[in-house]
């Protein structure tokens, strides 16, 4: 292979491993498709490196979203938000954030709260 080929293959991998490394969320509590058997107090978001969280949501059913906050302006791993109080069903946390590298990642994950019956 001439010398010139294989540096541009060098680049090309060097930039779609770079590309593939964006931060992404690691883990939630409650964890993604979890039931619980009581309501929970709090939100746990950790994410895989600092990223700024620009949007923060959770959402019962077809009501309205109600926002989560306040949110910081300086990055972070790891955050953690009071939930308001939720009632039995299933809910949809979404969230938007900016890496360090700038770029923009959205996601969303669900949970059940099915509290034990009298």
């Not at 309501?39 to 994410?47: D, E, G």
């Not at 059913?61 to 953690?80: I, N």
Request: net charge neutral; charged share 15%; aromatic share 6%.
């Amino acid at each position: 292979m001439k010398p010139s080929t294989l540096a541009l293959v060098l680049v090309c991998a060097a930039f779609s491993a770079s590309a593939a490394a964006h931060a992404h969320l690691h883990a939630s509590v409650p964890a993604d498709h979890a039931t619980v058997s009581a309501a929970p107090r709090q939100l746990s978001l950790a994410f895989n490196e600092s990223v700024v969280l620009t949007a923060l949501t959770i959402q019962k059913g077809d009501s309205a979203p109600t926002r989560l906050g306040p949110l910081a302006d300086a990055g972070a791993a790891e955050f953690k938000f009071e939930l308001p109080s939720l009632d039995d069903g299933s809910y949809v946390v979404k969230w938007r954030a900016i890496s360090a590298d700038g770029h923009i990642m959205a996601g969303k994950f669900t949970f059940t709260v099915r509290s034990a019956a009298p």
